[in-house]
C-alpha cells in the first residue's frame, strides 16, 4: 500500500535528512587498558585520533599521583612505543592485520572502524625508576643525552667520574683566568662556551703534544748518544749488554726482556753512530799527517 506524501510532507522530510547528514560527527574514540608491571590495578582511558603516547602517559600520571615521579614505557606488540606516536592511527592499523579483515568495500571498512573503536585494547606499562629533578620532559632528556661531550666531559668515556671531572675543571680554570679579564659575556651560556672551548682546546694539545714530546726526546737521545760515542768511544759499550733471563717455566718461556735502564736504544745507536764518526775523523787525521 503506497501512501502518496504532500508537498509540504515531502518539504519536512528533506529538511530532516538535510539536518542528519550535517549533525557533526562524534570524533572516535578507543577504550586503552593499562596493565602495569608492578602490581598496580588496571587503568582504562580514552584516547582520540590526534592522542600520541606522551599523552596517554600525562592521563597515566593523573589517574595514578603514585606515578608521577616515576618513568613510563608502554609496550603495544612487542614493541616500545615512542612519545611522538600516534596511538590511535597506529593500534587501528594493527586490528585489521589481527582480524583478518578486507579492505575490499567501504561498508566492511566502516564497520571495521566501528568495531575497532569499540573494542579495548591492552597495552603494558613498564614502570621504571624514579626520574631526576628536571626530568619530567623526556623529549628534553633525550635531546640533551644527543649532544656530544665538550670540554672535561670527554673524560667521562675514559672512566673518570664526575667528581674528579669537577676537581680538573676547577683547577683549571683557577689557573686560567687571563683568559677571562679581557672578555664580557652577554649571558651565562657565552660564558659556558667559551669554556668549553678552551677545555677542548687544553684537551687537542695533549693529543697533538704527545707525538712532538716523544719525537723530541727521541732527537735528543740520538744527538746525546752521537756525542758520547764521539769523545768516549769504548767506555759505553760495557753497558750494551742485556743479560738474558734464566728459564723458569715448564714450557721454555723467558722473562719478557725490558729496556735497558742506562741507554735506550735510539741513544745505543748514537753511540755506535759516534763511534764511526770518531773513526773517520782519526783516519783523516792520520791521512793529513802522513801526507
Excluded at 45 to 59: C, F, I, L, R, Y
Amino acid at each position: 500500500m503506497s501512501v502518496n506524501l504532500s508537498e509540504k510532507a515531502k518539504g519536512k522530510q528533506k529538511a530532516v535528512e538535510t539536518d542528519a547528514s550535517s549533525a557533526p560527527e562524534v570524533p572516535p574514540l578507543k577504550n586503552l587498558t593499562i596493565r602495569f608491571t608492578e602490581g598496580i590495578p588496571d587503568l582504562t582511558v580514552q584516547v582520540a585520533e590526534k592522542d600520541t603516547v606522551k599523552d596517554v602517559k600525562s592521563n597515566i600520571r593523573d589517574a595514578r599521583p603514585e606515578l608521577k615521579t616515576r618513568r613510563l614505557r608502554l609496550i603495544h606488540a612487542g614493541q616500545i612505543l615512542a612519545d611522538s606516536t600516534a596511538i590511535y592511527s597506529r593500534i587501528a592499523s594493527l586490528d585489521p592485520q589481527r582480524h583478518g579483515t578486507p579492505a575490499g568495500s567501504d561498508d566492511e571498512g566502516d564497520s571495521a572502524v566501528r568495531a575497532t573503536s569499540s573494542q579495548t585494547t591492552w597495552l603494558h606499562c613498564s614502570v621504571g625508576p624514579q626520574l631526576s629533578e628536571g626530568e619530567e620532559d623526556e623529549g628534553k632528556v633525550q635531546t640533551a643525552q644527543l649532544k656530544p661531550l665538550r670540554g672535561f666531559d670527554r673524560l667521562l668515556a675514559a672512566g673518570f667520574s664526575q667528581e674528579d671531572i669537577a676537581n680538573i675543571r676547577s683547577q683549571f680554570h683557577a689557573q686560567s683566568t687571563g683568559d677571562y679579564l679581557d672578555q664580557e659575556y652577554d649571558d651565562q651560556d657565552d660564558y659556558e662556551e667559551h669554556a668549553r672551548t678552551l677545555e677542548d682546546q687544553w684537551i687537542d694539545s695533549l693529543d697533538g703534544g704527545g707525538a712532538a714530546a716523544q719525537s723530541q726526546t727521541a732527537v735528543t737521545s740520538l744527538h746525546n748518544g752521537i756525542v758520547l760515542g764521539f769523545f768516549f768511544p769504548l767506555i759505553p759499550f760495557f753497558f750494551f749488554r742485556n743479560n738474558k733471563p734464566a728459564v723458569f717455566w715448564e714450557d721454555d718461556t723467558e722473562h719478557v726482556v725490558t729496556d735497558p735502564p742506562v741507554f735506550s736504544r735510539k741513544m745505543q745507536m748514537g753511540i755506535v753512530l759516534g763511534l764511526l764518526l770518531n773513526v773517520l775523523f782519526g783516519l783523516w787525521t792520520y791521512l793529513l799527517a802522513s801526507s
